[in-house]
């Protein structure tokens, strides 16, 4: 029998593609069959000096940050409308890398990785300064000058729209970046590394280094030379770099987790609010920073609502995430699996009613079933950390003051959401909920244009998308330029 040597992918750097200094190495796996599919160089503390230096050159040559806005954003457009021609092997690509169906790939992923190049690159020629008449004898204005070299640190579960959700902002801001992919996927972004050079991003304006975060990212975050560490993970690992940064002082911005309350009230339309929290929970098999995992649902409709869920959750088909008709993929990794199985153990062990699901549903592959919890109470282990399965925990409650409240008891802050027919309750409950996002009769949306984030804690701090990320990648510089007086008329002629 032959075996086909896997496909290798080696570093992007400074315009080239190179291999690490150590010629190290790693494999990346389906996690639906949990066979190797490629190769990949892995970046170690001296590529990452090698990366950052490009990105330096880039920045300093001004090969970058020296093209006026038009032609960055004529760079980004090419880079989307590269994208949206390869989107099918994008979307494929994501598919088998990171397990996603490839429904959902295409129109998520890849869409909004597409849409959101586009959006910034309608930004780059707009990025205004300021005049401010603070006196009369002075011109004073207000530039916004890229913030420099950005460390862009992201995860698994949604690799490509993570790094473009900061690499386009950055890059249309003429910021140059270095991206660390997670390795377990790291193969769209040495994709969107290859869409960016055939777009004529010039030399070390975007460099990809995948590697170990203990080890790439960890040479990353540490290196002097970056400006802005823009990360997209988990709450410890935030904390970290947090703490690192401080060191600089770099600015940092932190998009980390979840564990966000879904709250239905007696009036809701109880088929969408269903329907639209199953998705919630159970879209990307739950392997995503909003997922809507404590749901609260008022008494007199908890046992509809759950039998309603359960009929949902029976309903999806797991399977090979290839397949067009598959709607729940495998989760990322065998500890992964290994983890949220470990936490629907725990759930029956603190005494919640397993309504649906719990187990892993197919023999290959890193899957776990959709699974309902009911009866559960707020204190609870699986209402407490996040899960980051397809695990719902549906909590009942009584009054709309008891039911923010339970919402609003969580060390997380990203996103919530409010079922309800009454307009004044629908505002009331968005404006007391802790929450960087709030869906009203709906669930899970985000756009370009609108601002995402956390509002601190477990949940992190900072925006991306929308015009807060420009303020993110932007400095402001105040020029002041001294208007002399007009010198007297001599007199003694
Ligand atoms: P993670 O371990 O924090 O990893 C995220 C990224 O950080 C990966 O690229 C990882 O590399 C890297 N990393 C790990 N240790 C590092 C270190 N010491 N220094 C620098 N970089 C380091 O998170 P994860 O478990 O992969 O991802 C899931 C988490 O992300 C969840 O908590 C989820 O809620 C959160 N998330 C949040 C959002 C949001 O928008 N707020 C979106 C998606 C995910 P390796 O993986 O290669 O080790
Ligand atoms: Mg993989």
Redesign the pocket.
Known sequence: MTTLALPRCQLLIGGRWLDPEERTRFVTVNPATEQPIAEVSEARAADIERAVAAARKALQTGAWSGCNGAQRGRILHRMAAIMSEELESIALLECVDAGKPVLAARRQDVAAAIDCLEYYAGWADKIDGIVVPARNDALTYVRREPVGIVAA??????PLM?AV?KVAPALACGCTVVL?????T?LSALKLGDIALRAGLPPGALNVV?????V???A??EHPGVDKIA????????R??MR?AASGPRRVG?????KSPNVVFEDADLDAAARASASGIFFNAG?????GSRIFVHRARYDEFVDRLVRRASRIRLGDPCAPDTTLGPL?SRD?QQRVLDYIERGRQEGATLAHGGGTGCDTGYFVEPTVFADVDNDMTIARQ?I?GPVAAVIPFEEEAEAVALANDSSYS?AAAVWTADVSRAHRVAHALRAGTVWINTYGHTDTRLP???CGG???IGR?LGSAAIENYTELKTVWLHLAARRAATTDA
């Open positions: 640190i992201v995860p698994w579960n949604f993570n959700w660390k992919p997670a390795e377990l790291p995948p590697g170990y975060g203990s790439a990212g960890q990353l975050i990360f997209t993970g988990s709450p410890a690992v935030g970290l770099i690192t932190l998009e980390l987790g979840g392997q995503v920073c909003s997922a990322i992964q996040e980051f990203l995402w984030g956390g477990d949940s992190g991306d």
